[in-house]
């Protein structure tokens, strides 16, 4: 089998990270439903809970590499938000987000450099339309496919039409997913791949159409219950059969194990307060995304492909 691909072992991908340590990493300002300017984080706690975490995702066998924090951008520890990351073919290229919210946007100059210094190639999106990286696109291949598909969620940080321009650029079918709670207001919330058969879903994020996305793409979705999606077990980081998860269920666990994967709890509830978990805390640095670079997504919104391969809006 191809490197790069999934496999019953994993997603084909997340052996390798950029992190960006919390040393200013506060509650500065509410721009979702966990930040409270009244709860902040508890500094040593939050310093403690990301080494632990790093440790963790080096003990799985990941490499991980940093990006130095920056007074004054508190949220750049949530290093999914900077980007995309595409490894395909050979080559290095970076896809910056372009963040919704003021609060946010001054973080993309500094992930910009990090990309540049280090020989990737810069892709941007049109500028009129936010998209919020990985946040909000994950990959998923089912077994024996060729290519993936770009599960990408929109509407509280991401525009729908940003999946149309991702679609372009990197040749591939993206599947738009609405995510219909302000609680999950990323995909990486409510989705979670782990190998080429299964992902953990928040069926509690998404609408009917999305949750039907899912059932026809993943094999065994792994649904998780109200408890488990609020507490974020989704936001988990996947390493070859390690899944980081930081909170499990005695279900969800048993789940899990019986799938062949090994559940290291890896608590980060400081960042919770500010509404981030490990996936959020992670950029996944060895993702294969493009595909033929034609597009797969015409100007009307109407798929190029079949609704089982290509991006087909909800109705």
Same mark, same amino acid.
């Given at each position: 089998m191809a490197p790069g691909r999934p496999t019953a072992n994993g997603p084909g991908w997340g052996r390798s990270y950029l992190v960006s340590p919390p040393d200013y990493f506060t509650v500065a300002y509410e721009i979702n439903p966990y930040m409270h300017l009244q709860v902040i984080p508890d500094h040593e706690l939050a310093m403690e809970e990301h080494q632990t975490m790093v440790s963790l995702l080096r003990r799985a066998g990941a490499s991980v590499e940093r990006l130095e924090p920056v007074d004054g951008l508190p949220d750049l520890v949530f290093t &999914?938000?900077?980007? $995309?990351? /595409?490894?395909? %073919?050979?080559?290095? =290229?970076?896809?910056?987000?372009?963040?919704?919210?003021?609060?946010?946007?001054?973080?993309?100059?500094?992930?910009?450099?990090?990309?540049?210094?280090?020989?990737?190639?810069?892709?941007?999106?049109?500028?009129?339309?936010?998209?919020?990286?990985?946040?909000?696109?994950?990959?998923?291949?089912?077994?024996?496919?060729?290519?993936?598909?770009?599960?990408?969620?929109?509407?509280?940080?991401?525009?729908?039409? &940003?999946?149309?321009? $991702?679609? /372009?650029?990197? %040749?591939?079918?993206? =599947?738009?997913?609405?995510?219909?709670?302000?609680?999950?207001?990323?995909?990486?919330?409510?989705?979670?791949?782990?190998?080429?058969?299964?992902?953990?879903?928040?069926?509690q994020g998404l609408d009917r159409y999305g949750c039907r996305v899912i059932e026809e793409l993943v094999p065994e979705p792994i649904w998780l219950e109200d408890d488990e999606a609020a507490s974020f077990s989704a936001n988990a980081v996947v390493v070859g059969t390690t899944v980081l998860i930081p909170s499990c269920s005695p279900r969800l666990g048993r789940l899990l194990e019986r799938a062949g994967l090994e559940v290291v709890p890896c608590p980060v509830g400081e960042f919770q307060k500010a509404g981030g978990g490990v996936r959020c805390l992670t950029l996944a640095l060895d993702m294969e995304l493009a595909g033929s670079r034609r597009p797969l997504y015409d100007t009307s919104g109407t798929s190029q492909l079949s609704s089982e391969q290509g991006c087909v809006p909800p109705r």
């Open positions: &999914a938000n900077a980007g $995309l990351v /595409d490894r395909a %073919g050979g080559a290095s =290229r970076f896809i910056p987000s372009r963040f919704r919210h003021p609060e946010r946007q001054a973080e993309t100059p500094y992930d910009i450099a990090w990309f540049s210094a280090r020989g990737f190639d810069i892709d941007h999106l049109p500028p009129e339309e936010p998209f919020e990286g990985a946040g909000d696109a994950l990959p998923f291949e089912p077994e024996g496919a060729s290519s993936p598909v770009l599960l990408c969620g929109y509407r509280t940080r991401s525009s729908i039409t &940003a999946h149309r321009a $991702l679609s /372009d650029l990197l %040749g591939l079918p993206v =599947r738009s997913l609405e995510l219909v709670d302000d609680r999950y207001y990323h995909l990486d919330l409510v989705f979670c791949p782990l190998d080429g058969r299964r992902a953990i879903v928040a069926p």
